[in-house]
């Protein structure tokens, strides 16, 4: 499977053709209390307790990670890398993509491992109220029309806040000052993996 990052890193290079309007996903970039941003790996240990960190990498392509896990088997992971802060909110740990900015797949015994959190379970669901098992049929009318779809996965994109003003790469497309990205995986017709992202593009 091609890294997470590598694919996101695609999709901010890439400018969308008559890409759909998104609805707001700001409140899906929290899970738990926990928002992406600088400070979420600290962020997260702080609020829902010390757990070890995997780092794997070097400095450019590495990845530092921490993880937890619900009685059921739902896994919320925080991954960081140079350029990306992500989290994985997913059915099985075994979903997990623990891949750094250089996109290099790792073995399972390097990742970190779970803390138990009884809190966590799969109708855990982002500030905005997208959780596991949800249909598609919700997950559109909860979210619009994505800005990219395929067999099994639905993405979206945004570019927040709108109307602000973007400096402009070499290449003639605009860099935005906060991009949101959010893919969506099913599973028999439902939800089985949130992976979510933002940040500001390096222009």
């Known amino acids: 499977m091609r ?10 290079t890439v400018p969308s053709v008559s890409a759909p309007r998104v609805r707001a996903l700001a409140p899906h970039m929290i899970v738990l209390g926990i928002p992406l941003d600088d400070a979420t790996l600290r962020t997260a240990q702080a609020v829902l307790g010390q757990t070890e960190l995997g780092s794997a990498g ?17 896994t919320l992971a925080f991954t960081q890398g140079e350029i990306a802060r992500m989290y994985q909110l997913l ?21 970190p491992r779970c803390r138990p959190l009884a809190r966590l379970s799969d109708s855990t669901a982002t500030n905005g109220g997208l959780a596991l098992g949800m249909t598609l049929d919700a997950v559109t009318r909860l979210l619009g029309q994505p800005t990219r779809q395929g067999p099994g996965f639905r993405e979206y994109e945004s570019c927040q806040p709108e109307g602000a003003r973007a400096e402009r790469f070499d290449w003639g497309r605009e860099a935005c000052p906060m991009r949101r990205w959010l893919r969506i995986e099913l599973r028999h017709g439902r ?4 992976r979510a992202n933002q940040g500001a593009d390096a222009v």
Do not use: M
């Not at 099985?92 to 399972?108: K, T």
């Open 3 to 12: 890294g997470i990052l590598v694919l996101l890193l695609v999709i901010w």
């Open 58 to 74: 070097d400095a450019s392509g590495g990845v530092s990670a921490i993880c937890f896990s619900g009685r059921d088997g739902t």
């Open 91 to 111: 059915r099985s740990r075994d979903d997990f993509d623990f891949s750094g900015d250089d996109a290099r797949p790792r073995r399972p015994e390097e990742w």
């Open 191 to 194: 939800v089985s993996a949130i």
